[in-house]
């Protein structure tokens, strides 16, 4: 596996995202839609960048990292901030995955909670766990998207 082959699928979804972002605009962006639990599309990109970090950044890349994964949750921005955090993560993913061994352990799997299949995964499982999370959120922000505007009336 060339992991700079999945580096372009990566970058499509977060680019998907700030898509979505720039869409609703700051207007929009920190809203939630009238649905128990649900997360604003703020909160859905910043999520997205906590977990690039976490996973290719510190369990690949090896980098020291305090992820706050509550907060990310909770917080609050603009569209700018989002576009600022996304540009950030992609800089440091080619970094990140330039010392990339596959088939090699994670990096602190201690920090992994006990019991979780994550403590076992090679660099190449968080790689892809990576993809498949963001992924993931990019169909919940559309989603998302889809609601909000439909809320406002907005069908287009």
Excluded at 43 to 68: P, S
């Amino acid at each position: 596996m060339d992991p700079a082959e999945v580096v372009p699928f990566i970058e499509a979804a977060l680019d998907g995202m700030l898509d979505i972002a720039a869409t609703l605009g700051d207007g929009l962006i920190n809203e939630r839609p009238d649905l128990r639990g649900a997360n604003s599309p703020y909160v859905i990109l910043h999520h997205c960048v906590g977990v690039t970090d976490w996973w290719i950044g510190a369990m690949i890349g090896g980098r020291t990292h305090h992820r706050n994964r509550e907060a990310e949750f909770t917080a609050m921005g603009t569209v700018a901030d989002l576009q600022s955090a996304v540009a950030g993560v992609r800089e440091r993913i080619a970094g990140d995955l330039a010392g990339i061994e596959p088939l090699t352990p994670i990096e602190y799997p201690e920090r992994v909670p006990e019991g979780s299949i994550a403590r076992g995964w090679t660099q190449a499982a968080a790689l892809v766990h990576t993809l498949e999370e963001l992924a993931q959120h990019r169909g919940q922000m559309e989603l998302t998207r889809d609601m909000l505007l439909a809320e406002r009336g907005d069908t287009t």
